[in-house]
């Protein structure tokens, strides 16, 4: 290799340096490429798709660029006029490596993520795990982009001093970040423990601020909540760590409605109860796990009866606690409806002897 740039003529050895190792590292590129996508048609080979999907791109600029840094280093050790040409082909490289090290974790996101299944009844631990992931590979991909620019900034004596102090000084950089943006720092150490210790996760059931809704995005500083009615609210990340708030699927997805009824004191309770197993019965949103109805209060001029009904999902659940209230209004509005409260008010007269009418 060095006697080959030994006897090529100086002045136009760059150029046919750089056009050579790029004509045939696009060469090898666009083989290697083909291969990857003829590879990813077999529907069971996961990574071979999700590289074929995400990193043919990277590897038409990759492996030019990395023939030609190699070349240019060789010929500039003994020709050092030209060592512009290697130092403009290794700043591409390491740009290029940067973007292909975050395309395979986005790649590895995507195997783990499919991987998971979401359409089981009680889908908890897939909803843990892709939190996590997506969590996880945001932190990654900000360290490459940090770690790349500083060996960037290393590659040249002129700069070097501060791609050493990006690597050194996360102390000092640490405590200027923390006056200057002491919010989002906290905002930022709330996403890690909500990561690991998951009070939340994606598809949640919550309600916060009165609103009950779903969470849809988990990110480094906030996190959306879609509400029933199609709105969002966006939350600082802090506030479900220094907030109390109601997560029904932390632990799993099943719940138990409700459903009141105030009725009269004669109305036979077993009946009712009767009644709401034969609705549970006809209807699917129903688990089969657990039902009851009993007495559960006693007002001045009625009782409160509580139908309890158990269900495979929030908006399920939701759903099935719609129809109890209906089936069992119509049933008893037709059929009891001596048990729909009724008020009495009693009029006591006070007559006063000698008073005139």
């Known amino acids: 290799m060095q006697y080959f740039l030994d006897t090529l003529d100086y002045k136009n050895t760059p150029w046919l340096i750089i056009l050579l190792a790029g004509a045939v590292g696009f060469v090898i590129s666009a083989i290697l490429i083909k291969l990857i996508r003829i590879t990813a048609v077999k529907k069971e080979w996961r990574v071979i798709r999700a590289i074929s999907e995400n990193l043919t791109s990277v590897l038409y600029f990759f492996i030019p660029l990395v023939l030609t840094t190699t070349v240019t280093k060789a010929f500039t050790l003994s020709h050092t006029g030209y060592e512009w040409t290697h130092a403009i082909s290794k700043v591409s490289l390491i740009a290029v490596t940067t973007w292909l090290m975050t395309r395979i974790v986005v ?17 908890n631990y897939a909803r843990r795990m892709f939190t996590k992931i997506k969590f996880i590979k945001r932190i990654i991909i900000i360290l490459i982009i940090v770690i790349g620019v500083s060996i960037l900034l290393l590659s040249f004596d002129s700069v070097r001093q501060y791609g050493v102090g990006i690597l050194t000084s996360a102390g000092i950089f640490s405590v200027i970040i923390g006056f200057a943006a002491q919010k989002s720092l906290g905002n930022l150490l709330a996403g890690i423990q909500i990561a690991f210790t998951q009070p939340i996760k994606i598809d949640d059931v919550v309600i916060v601020e009165g609103e009950w809704g779903r969470i849809e995005e988990i990110n480094l500083t906030y996190v959306v909540v879609n509400i029933w009615d199609l709105r969002r609210l966006v939350l600082p990340i802090t506030y479900f760590i220094e907030k109390p708030f ?8 099943n719940l138990i409605g409700t459903a009141f009824f105030h009725l009269n004191y004669g109305t036979p309770v077993q009946k009712l109860r009767d009644k709401l197993q034969e609705v549970l019965l006809e209807t699917p949103l129903w688990d089969g796990r657990s039902w009851a109805l009993q007495v559960t209060d006693t007002q001045e001029q009625f009782m409160v009866v509580r139908a309890l009904m158990s269900a495979r999902s929030s908006s399920q659940a939701f759903d099935l606690r ?35 009418n």
């Open 322 to 356: 719609c129809i109890v209230r209906e089936k069992m209004i119509e049933y008893i509005v037709a059929e009891l409806p001596d048990a729909l409260p009724v008020f009495r008010v009693e009029e006591v007269k006070n007559e006063k002897l000698g008073m005139k």
């Open 246 to 253: 109601q997560n029904w699927t932390r632990n799993e997805s």
């Open 107 to 123: 790649i590895v996101e995507k195997v783990l993520i499919e991987k998971l299944d979401f359409d089981t009844e009680d889908n």
